[in-house]
């Protein structure tokens, strides 16, 4: 089917406020991403009327229309002559629109820069170490004995599980340096340097500091003793966010001030060695201790809070959590449940996110079956499965915010599915995929009661949706609900 892209170009231009509103223009592979002066006079309804587009959505300051592979870049080269605008890359218009960002959603687009190109790494991991944890569970397949109990041939399967889920946890500060130090204008290669001398052998393992500095079994805390002067912990950050983060933020800034201070025909010697030296040393004596005792005090504080009103704080959590996606400050959760399973061995954040991705699947499921043209069943069916394995912005931006009541629906089957694991106590001891195959990385023991709440996540959302369909059609299937 042939489409006039000039025509559908010019509608677009038109409805997002004209040529003197728009700033910049680029896209990925099936959007548009716009940078706009002033997203409210974007006219909604119009943009909805054109022929190709799929949905639309204003996330980090940038202004996104989805069209689709192919046709969104014949679309986006009549838009540009149309505007007489110069191409821009996606980063560029990233860039525009961060600075129409608050303090707090620059904030929250720092987390989201650093933790995106190392989650594979982190799913990854958290997969396989649910399978390991499946092998060693006792009871869960055969009583009183696990499948490694029962058939020991499995142990070097389990060992060579083990190291590959490990990996990514205990380099983790490597992988974050890494990312941090691409985010902030540094060296990416000083900034694994530097994750790597948070998890240098030569240092105590986080995991072990807290028995030592309590002096269980006669440990004891080791110390740097630097001429006499101070002593500095032999400690390792292994699993830890924040010291790595703060450090390599340090390390950046350090870098960046020398490199324009000393002449080039030196820089390779003494950039590298002072910027290692100066952030290795404050990471070590000042910056670790202080951000572990942060890292501490928020993990104690979250665990405070849902120990204290259970019931409450998981309802709370799991009606906030989409909405959270929708402003992009889900991606700070990341490190939060990674800090939580550094201190305590396991993050109850983690399977309710699971849930809360689930439950907006299962509302954009049930709108496959109210759905009246071919069009909608095509949009509501695959964007379910998508969130079915974790990527919810399809069904929100293009069914459930589009006829609400399901988004509602959504929110008010993921609270009930939270309430229902966190009055179990359910916990992950790893981040995997966030939809239907979450149950992998759940503890073993608590995988049953996670079952329930995934069926409550399920079967909650989709009742309420389909209810509301066949009473109020016009209200959830009339786009004018918006």
């Known amino acids: 089917?042939?489409?006039?892209?000039?025509?559908?170009?010019?509608?677009?231009?038109?409805?997002?406020?004209?040529?003197?509103?728009?700033?910049?223009?680029?896209?990925?592979?099936?959007?548009?991403?716009?940078?706009?002066?002033?997203?409210?006079?974007?006219?909604?309804?119009?943009?909805?009327?054109?022929?190709?587009?799929?949905?639309?959505?204003?996330?980090?300051?940038?202004?996104?229309?989805?069209?689709?592979?192919?046709?969104?870049?014949?679309?986006?080269?009549?838009?540009?002559?149309?505007?007489?605008?110069?191409?821009?890359?996606?980063?560029?218009?990233?860039?525009?629109?961060?600075?129409?960002?608050?303090?707090?959603?620059?904030l929250v687009k720092v987390f989201s820069d650093v933790f995106m190109p190392i989650l594979p790494a982190i799913i990854v991991a958290g997969l396989l170490m649910g399978l390991n944890n499946l092998l060693g569970a006792k009871g869960m397949f055969i009583e009183g004995k696990s499948l490694l109990d029962a058939y020991p041939g499995l142990s070097g399967v389990w060992g060579l599980l083990n190291m590959m889920a490990n990996t990514s946890f205990v380099f983790l500060p490597a992988l974050v340096g890494w990312s941090a130090a691409k985010r902030f204008g540094g060296s990416e290669v000083l900034g694994i340097v530097l994750g790597l001398l948070l998890v240098h052998p030569d240092l105590l393992n986080a995991w072990n500091y807290g028995q030592a500095a309590a002096g269980l079994?006669?440990?004891?805390?080791?110390?740097?003793?630097?001429?006499?002067?101070?002593?500095?912990?032999?400690?390792?950050?292994?699993?830890?966010?924040?010291?790595?983060?703060?450090?390599?933020?340090?390390?950046?800034?350090?870098?960046?001030?020398?490199?324009?201070?000393?002449?080039?025909?030196?820089?390779?010697?003494?950039?590298?060695?002072?910027?290692?030296?100066?952030?290795?040393?404050?990471?070590?004596?000042?910056?670790?201790?202080?951000?572990?005792?942060?890292?501490?005090?928020?993990?104690?504080?979250?665990?405070?809070?849902?120990?204290l009103a259970p019931l409450l704080g998981a309802m709370l959590f799991g009606a906030l959590y989409a909405p959270l996606v929708l402003t992009g400050m889900h991606h700070m959760f990341i490190a939060v449940d990674l800090q939580l399973i550094a201190n305590q061995g396991g993050t109850f954040i983690w399977p309710m996110i699971a849930l809360s991705n689930i439950a907006q699947g299962s509302a954009a499921l049930a709108m496959f079956w109210q759905a009246r043209t071919a069009n909608e069943k095509n949009m509501a069916s695959t964007s379910a499965v998508s969130a079915f394995f974790g990527i919810t912005e399809p069904a929100m931006f293009g069914v459930n915010l589009r006829y609400k009541l399901p988004f509602y629906a959504a929110l008010a089957g993921s609270a009930l599915a939270a309430a229902t694991i966190t009055l179990s106590h359910v916990r992950a001891s790893a981040i995997g995929v966030g939809g239907l195959p979450a149950f992998i990385s759940i503890i073993p023991q608590q995988i049953p009661m996670f079952l329930v709440g995934t069926v409550v996540a399920l079967v909650a959302p989709f009742a309420l949706t389909w209810a509301l369909a066949r009473r109020q059609p016009q209200a959830v299937l009339s786009e004018k609900a918006l």
């Open 217 to 307: 079994g006669g440990a004891s805390v080791p110390y740097f003793d630097v001429l006499g002067w101070f002593r500095v912990e032999k400690v390792g950050y292994q699993g830890q966010i924040l010291p790595i983060l703060a450090a390599t933020w340090v390390m950046c800034r350090v870098e960046l001030w020398l490199r324009p201070r000393v002449p080039n025909a030196i820089q390779l010697l003494v950039v590298p060695i002072v910027t290692i030296v100066v952030s290795g040393a404050l990471a070590l004596a000042v910056i670790g201790p202080v951000a572990r005792h942060l890292g501490i005090a928020i993990t104690d504080g979250l665990v405070y809070v849902f120990n």
């Open 1 to 106: 089917m042939s489409h006039d892209y000039h025509s559908i170009a010019a509608r677009i231009l038109a409805a997002v406020g004209g040529r003197d509103n728009l700033q910049q223009a680029a896209h990925c592979i099936t959007r548009l991403r716009l940078s706009l002066k002033d997203d409210s006079r974007v006219d909604l309804e119009a943009l909805r009327q054109v022929d190709l587009i799929k949905g639309q959505f204003s996330h980090g300051g940038v202004f996104q229309i989805v069209i689709g592979s192919g046709d969104v870049d014949r679309v986006y080269q009549s838009l540009i002559e149309l505007a007489a605008l110069q191409h821009a890359t996606v980063a560029e218009v990233k860039a525009s629109g961060d600075q129409k960002q608050g303090r707090l959603q620059q």
